[in-house]
């Protein structure tokens, strides 16, 4: 763990201290008042109407292990001490509305949803006992799924790991973390079911206070509606088609379900920020709830191209999101300084080899660039030429995003003279360069607002 200075320490105490001492002081009578509400609204409705419980028949096998009350009793402990491990007032609110948000999805799941455990706890004596007697006098069988407990252990532990870099510590963090996970089913308090929905949960909660960008909650300019309303319908045939066939499929299909909605939601309102893209990679939550559409869309890069770029033209390459193994290839190959210039938000880019740089904007796939973000790109794309590297530029396929903005690069640097000989010599190059009338005009208008420029 690195070193603190006073005057650091002397804000945490001021500031991100007494901000989670608030935020504490919020959030515990909240969960309490609204986890009991969801609970007596469940047998209310069990008593009027019944409740139903999903399980599988496989996990009448699970054994009851009393001792694992102990690490399960644990997250209350840690959800507290997790705001000692925010560093500044901006840490501290970030982790305040992740668990609360936590709470507000979970608690509307039950409310909304709300499932019975259907096996009977057979008494439990000693230490344990006593955590039991004491967990069943405010807990019902009820709110299971989405697992509230599960959404707050991938927010805490995630809260704890960013914490340190020591590997001893960070692996004490993963093992209590797991076992903590383990405990809601080896103390008869949850169902299967319950932990793949409670991580979902977590991860939305990451994804929805990231740790870096804006928020998805903030409207953007890059977005594709229509787009958006396909990927939204393709969800909801998933979904119900795994509500149908039932089994394992709900959980293979509803993840794949979920995807698609997010992708939908980020055509329809978050753009590439959605995605979360860093510095070529996306945060964990982006990374893990949007793997189904991030594989398929890797999978359908693979099919429709090949692994070696196109020269354009003095140093600048167009070709598809290259895996560690092409790119070194290539970089061999050149014998010199390289780059890659990544426009693609949807897929993560590979590792670099040592000395090679990587610059890039993240764009959406079938929207075309805006006029400013192709005057931005076409910039530093000259900026890595200006330094004397060769230069791999990718999206997905090497066909538009891409192609774009090498085109805005042509223009901009006088290598055409004009849109048609700078598409040209795109498609000379590469055939498949697919610019349709809408990257043509946003083409159009940053030949206009670049005229001139340096």
């Known amino acids: 763990m690195s070193a603190t200075s006073p005057a650091v320490e002397t804000r945490w105490l ?53 001792w694992t009350i102990l690490p399960y009793w644990s997250i209350d402990l840690l959800y507290g001490f997790a705001f000692l491990c925010c560093r500044d007032r901006a840490e501290t609110k970030r ?25 009977e706890r057979p008494p439990v004596e000693g230490v344990a006992g006593t955590l039991f007697t004491a967990l069943t006098s405010f807990d019902l069988p009820y709110n299971q799924a989405p697992s509230l407990h599960i959404a707050l252990l991938v ?12 590997p001893g510590v960070r692996g004490l963090i993963h093992a209590w973390a797991l076992l903590i996970a383990v405990s809601v089913l080896t103390t008869w308090q949850h169902h299967f079911i319950d932990i793949p929905t409670g991580l979902v949960a977590g991860l939305v909660c990451l994804w929805l206070w990231p740790d870096e960008g804006r928020p998805p ?14 990927y939204f319908l393709g969800a909801a045939l998933i979904l119900a088609a795994a509500l149908a066939l039932g089994g394992a499929a709900v959980l293979a299909c509803g993840w794949l379900a979920l995807s698609l909605a997010l992708v939908a939601f980020n055509y329809a309102w978050a753009g590439a920020a959605g995605f979360q893209k860093y510095g070529g990679r996306h945060s964990l ?11 398929a869309a890797w999978v359908n890069s693979r099919l429709w191209t090949r692994g070696v770029p196109d020269p354009i033209r003095d140093g600048i390459w167009l070709g598809r999101m290259p895996t560690k193994r092409e790119f070194e290839a290539w970089a061999r190959e050149r014998g010199g300084d390289v780059a890659l210039f990544d426009l693609c938000a949807e897929l993560p880019a590979p590792v670099l080899p040592a000395g090679a740089a990587y610059d890039g904007l993240s764009c959406l796939d ?9 005057a931005e790109a076409a910039r530093r794309l000259d900026a890595l030429r200006g330094a ?7 999206c997905a396929l090497g066909y538009s995003r891409s192609a774009a903005v090498v085109a805005a690069w042509l223009l901009r640097t006088g290598k055409a003279a004009d849109l048609p000989q700078a598409v040209a010599l795109l498609r000379k190059a590469r055939p498949q360069v697919a610019l349709g009338a809408k990257s043509l005009a946003r083409l159009e208008e940053f030949t206009a607002f670049s005229r001139g420029a340096p």
């Open 14 to 66: 001021g500031g991100a201290f007494k901000r989670g001492v608030l935020w504490l002081l919020f959030l515990g009578p909240f969960f309490f008042l609204s986890y009991g509400f969801a609970n007596q609204q469940a047998a209310l409705r069990d008593a009027a109407v019944g409740v139903a419980s999903f399980h599988y028949a496989w996990e009448r096998a699970i054994p009851l292990w009393p």
């Open 217 to 230: 909650a903030r409207k953007a300019s890059d977005r594709r509606p229509a787009l958006a309303l396909s």
């Open 95 to 119: 982790l305040g509305l992740r668990l609360l948000s936590a709470q507000l999805i979970c608690v509307a799941c039950f409310l909304v949803w709300p499932l019975r455990f259907a096996f």
């Open 388 to 394: 004397g590297r060769e230069v791999w530029v990718a």
């Open 155 to 166: 927010i805490v532990w995630r809260q704890f790991a960013a914490f340190t870099e020591i």
């Open 285 to 295: 939550a982006a990374r893990w709830l949007f793997l189904p559409y991030t594989g």
């Open 366 to 374: 079938l929207v075309s660039v805006p006029a400013s973000a192709l």
